[in-house]
């Protein structure tokens, strides 16, 4: 099993950036793939990122492309996104998860608030 706990939301202009962190347990965090997911008020929960389990390859939804980078390191049991030129409608309650075959885990989430 594995447990995800996201780290790094808070509030931020227009134009701003923050890192959010995903941190796992387990001694099996690297045979996960992994992805960062998003809920909007009002809104159903949208993928945001996705990474696959050696962080090869990076999958983007469009709205972020070129804004979000995701990333991985194994050694520490961590993902990270990084989201630059942050707009207000990237504020949205953010969501870390992890799979492998049928099995998958979320964290709990941790709030971005984008102020215009």
């Known amino acids: 099993q594995v447990q995800l706990v996201e780290s790094g939301g808070g509030v931020v202009q227009s134009g701003g950036s923050l890192r959010l962190s995903c941190a796992g347990s387990?001694?099996?965090?690297?045979?996960?793939?992994m992805g960062w997911f998003r809920q909007a008020p009002g809104k159903e929960r949208e993928f945001v990122a996705g990474i696959s389990w050696r962080g090869a390859n990076t999958n983007y939804l469009d709205s972020v492309k070129g804004r979000f980078t995701i990333s991985r390191d194994n050694a520490k049991n961590t993902m990270y996104l990084q989201m630059n030129s942050l707009k207000p409608e990237d504020t949205a309650v953010y969501y870390c998860?992890?799979?492998?075959?049928?099995?998958?885990?979320w964290g709990k989430g941790t709030l971005v608030t984008v102020s215009s």
């Open positions: 998860k992890a799979t492998r075959l049928s099995l998958e885990y």
């Open positions: 387990g001694r099996t965090f690297s045979s996960y793939d």
